[in-house]
């Protein structure tokens, strides 16, 4: 193990309320010599996924009300789904 840091994941609204989740990651050395990556971070499965800062539930819901424009923004806004 070469270290641990903490990982905010945003994930879909539960009871009108913005969900956060803090996961605690490790970050791990690659003992193959042949791997180009020296360090990696664990992923835990189906709740998150690399250089991503929401669930794959929550990525979905923003892909299924992309194509609606700002009428879809207003929409994710009235489902509590917070986006940058």
Request: overall charge positive; proline content about 2%; glycine content about 4%.
């Amino acid at each position: 193990m070469h270290s641990r840091y903490v990982r905010h994941a945003a994930d879909e609204a539960v009871g009108g309320r913005a969900v956060v989740i803090d996961l605690s990651v490790r970050h791990l050395y690659c003992k193959n010599s042949d791997c180009p990556k020296t360090t990696f971070a664990e992923q835990v499965t189906r709740l998150t996924v690399r250089y991503q800062r929401r669930t794959p539930a929550l990525q979905h819901l923003v892909n299924a009300v992309a194509l609606a424009g700002s009428a879809g923004a207003r929409l994710l806004a009235v489902l509590h789904c917070v986006l940058s």
